[in-house]
């Protein structure tokens, strides 16, 4: 990826905040973040939720999001959601958000988990990495590359640029494709929809049949 002047460098991750948040329920019981970091997302979805339990597998990024984040309905769970072990709600919940963490994980077996833990009706909606293939995935890199910089300019000039939750945050390079990504979805979770978005990112949305 082509690297933006310091100064112009910006939050994809929270670029696509809205659009997680548009897919969880108003209001609902329990709310699952699945690679919560500095917990920028599960500030937000604490107001959407009754209780949100927010999982991560490095302990400084726990320690970092509990200590940025004032709300009492949280539980800061330090792990790997892939451990049946894992202090998780045996009910499971109204929604399950995954955010720049799928690509951390074997995409079959964190499919499956995240599948099972989205209650009947209830969703579960990621925003991912994948590594391009394709023509379309080089030819959105493409579009991605000017857009990326239009947008840190755009956010420097209003004095909102910068990365602030990037401290410490582990980075991984995405090794899954979108093709194998459509291709479990397709076979784990039937009727959901991946898609390919801007800035290296791809949507990934499923509704639990009830």
């Keep these: 990826m082509l690297q933006l002047p310091q100064a112009l460098l910006w939050d994809h991750n929270a670029h696509y905040h809205p659009w997680l948040l548009r897919q969880v329920p108003q209001r609902c019981s329990r709310v699952l973040d699945v690679g919560c ?14 209780f949100v339990d927010a999982v ?14 004032s709300a009492t309905n949280v539980r800061w769970l330090r792990g790997d959601v892939l451990d049946p072990d894992l202090d998780l709600h045996p009910e499971g919940y ?14 079959r077996p964190a499919l499956t988990r995240l599948a099972s833990l989205v209650r ?10 994948y590594r391009s293939e394709s023509a ?3 030819a959105t890199r493409t579009v991605s590359f ?11 000039a209003r004095g909102r640029a910068g990365k602030p939750h990037d401290d410490g945050m582990p980075v991984q ?14 076979e784990i979770i039937p009727g959901s929809q991946v898609r390919r978005r801007l800035f290296w990112r791809h949507s990934l949305l499923w509704r639990k049949p009830v």
Excluded: C
Excluded at 94 to 107: G, P
Excluded at 120 to 129: C, K, Q, R, S, T
């Design 136 to 138: 379309a995935d080089f």
């Design 146 to 156: 000017p857009a990326n910089a239009a947008v840190g300019a755009y956010l420097a």
């Design 56 to 69: 991560d597998f490095s302990a400084e990024m726990i320690d970092q999001a509990s200590a940025r984040t």
């Design 94 to 107: 109204d929604a399950v958000t995954a955010l720049s963490s799928l690509h951390h994980m074997q995409l």
């Design 37 to 50: 970091g500095t917990g920028a997302l599960v500030r937000k979805l604490v107001d959407r939720a009754d």
């Design 120 to 129: 009947p009706g209830g969703v579960l909606a990621v925003i991912g990495l």
């Design 173 to 186: 390079d995405a090794t899954i494709m979108l093709s194998e990504i459509r291709d479990a979805a397709r």
